[in-house]
């Protein structure tokens, strides 16, 4: 168990719908990160936030939002759902905000129908 | 373009034997991270590699890091069916986001 929390597990929904993944970092640590992870493209970062404040994008969609709250958790926020967004959401927590060791939530599995 | 190659992507072994799994980069990164992951289930971290010659063991792992030649080595030693999983690599260049390898599936078999 890392200590990084994430919920729901499982989610399904239908397309052109909208979630919301949460996720709480390690106690302690003020980086969060989001990564997806696919059959097609693999595992890929989508965007980091310190202390509650955007870091780094890396290939986010614009459909796509995240925000991190003043007790450190962070929410990832997917709209127009669309098949192709069917995959693993990850989120990693690090101490700082340079790539420290990155600790790795359970993940959320998103389905989209 | 940053690239994180890992090879080979499949793996499988028998029991006892000895196998290198290698993860090259083309870009400049002083640090290099090794995860494992089982089927369905998040990514733990292995190694943390910071620095040109560095070389950590863990049981019958052992990773090493050539940043000159932007080389990564993964080595298995007497594997045994609980080594099976799939091993990732990933870079940092830019100080923030983990850039991973397509993965390297490792199956032990008897």
């Known amino acids: 168990d890392s200590g990084v929390t994430q919920t729901p597990k499982h989610l399904i929904t239908a397309t052109g719908q909208r979630v919301t993944l949460r996720c709480s970092p390690r106690?302690?640590?003020?980086?969060v990160y989001w990564y997806q992870q696919s059959l097609d493209q693999g595992l890929q970062f989508l965007i980091q936030?310190?202390?509650?404040?955007?870091?780094a994008k890396g290939n986010i969609l614009e459909r796509f939002s995240a925000q991190q709250f003043p007790d450190l958790h962070s929410e990832l926020n997917l709209s127009s759902l669309e098949l192709g967004d069917s995959a693993l959401y990850f989120c990693a927590s690090s101490v700082s905000q340079g790539v420290h060791e990155q600790y790795f939530g359970p993940g959320t599995r998103l389905t989209v129908t | 373009e940053l690239k994180v190659e890992q090879n080979p992507l499949f793996l499988s072994m028998q029991e006892g034997k000895n196998y290198t799994i290698y993860c090259n980069y083309s870009?400049?990164?002083?640090?290099l991270y090794w995860y494992r992951q089982d089927p369905g289930k998040s990514l733990e971290s292995l190694f943390v590699?910071?620095?040109?010659?560095a070389v950590k063991q863990e049981g019958r792992l052992m990773a090493s890091l050539d940043t000159k030649a932007r080389l990564s080595t993964l080595h298995i030693t007497a594997a045994v069916h609980d080594l099976s999983a799939t091993y990732f690599c990933a870079v940092a260049p830019s100080g923030y986001a983990l850039n991973f390898g397509k993965g390297t599936s490792l199956l032990v078999t008897p």
């Open positions: 590699l910071l620095s040109n010659g």
């Open positions: 936030y310190y202390n509650g404040e955007e870091r």
């Open positions: 106690s302690g640590d003020l980086s």
């Open positions: 870009t400049t990164s002083d640090r």
